[in-house]
């Protein structure tokens, strides 16, 4: 069996307090005493601070090639769970390792190298950039690489042609449909031949049509270039067409 590419170990996620803030001033009774249950309670700003644990102590292995979806719940932690395996947010405790590399012992700049070099990523809301063109957008991630102007267009043009979008590839995202700008974005994703492709929720914008035909275009790449990807998703169709699925509930393996 070939090496893990990703591991989690004892993984644990917790949010502090800022974004859950309750104003106590107007509650009486039984709310207050719900509130001063809060771990913290802080009276001199009138407010509540709740710390929400997303994740929960979780030890997982991705291999190379997988085909994986993450389900669960909304608020089960799928979010959470991609953002700290794109190393876009970090553990509260436990280590995340990537080819046997812990990533908390990165320096900053080489966290961004890390994600820049190996790592895709697909938003359920596309996230194109809305002045460029489709080619443009594509063609960003190599620019931040330092690729040649022309190696990078020829990569990104194969990239657009993959996703069957070539001759769409000089008009802007508002000119396109939903099922084509996250077409742009998985060619985005791709462009630079990334160990790893994480989509969180990637067909929950789009029709049933157009995400079946995004999942066979995921399907292909993983089937012939060995890519590897990890979505989450609580899409019936998406789920029965992954190789693996993982649950979660609350921050943990079901
Ligand atoms: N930035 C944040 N600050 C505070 N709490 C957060 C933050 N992001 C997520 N949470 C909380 O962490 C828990 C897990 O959220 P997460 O977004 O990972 O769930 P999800 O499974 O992706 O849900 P959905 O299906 O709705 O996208 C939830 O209770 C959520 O409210
Ligand atoms: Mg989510």
Redesign the pocket.
């Given at each position: 069996m070939s090496k893990p590419l990703i591991s989690l170990e004892n993984v644990t996620k917790i949010?502090e307090g800022s974004?859950?803030m309750f104003e106590y001033g107007y509650f009486t009774g039984n709310v207050i005493k719900k509130l001063k249950s809060f771990q913290k309670f802080d009276f001199m700003n009138n407010a509540a601070l709740l710390d929400?644990i997303?994740l929960k102590e979780l030890t997982l292995e991705f291999f190379p090639g997988e085909f994986t979806a993450i389900a669960?719940?909304?608020?089960?932690?799928?979010?959470?769970?991609l953002n700290i395996i794109g190393a876009l947010d970090f553990p509260s405790k436990g280590k995340l390792f990537f080819e046997g590399r812990e990533l908390s012992s990165l320096s900053a700049n080489e966290l961004a190298d890390f994600r820049l070099l190996s790592l895709g990523f697909i938003f359920q809301s596309f996230n194109l950039i809305p002045v460029l063109t489709a080619l443009e957008n594509v063609e960003y991630v190599l620019t931040l690489q330092g690729l040649p102007r022309k190696k990078r267009r020829e990569k990104s043009l194969q990239a657009l042609e993959l996703v069957g979008l070539k001759h769409e590839a000089h008009r802007v995202p508002s000119q396109l449909s939903g099922g084509q700008q996250q077409r742009v974005a998985i060619a985005r994703a791709i462009v630079h031949d990334p160990k790893v492709v994480l989509a969180d929720?990637p067909t929950a914008n789009l029709d049933s049509k157009t995400s079946e035909s995004l999942l066979n275009l995921m399907q292909d790449l993983n089937k012939n270039s060995g890519m590897t990807f990890i979505f989450?998703s609580?899409d019936a169709l998406i789920l029965s067409r992954a190789k693996r699925v993982i649950q979660i509930r609350d921050?943990m393996l079901v």
């Open positions: 949010y974004e859950q929400v997303a669960g719940p909304s608020g089960s932690g799928k979010s959470t769970l929720e989450s609580h921050g």
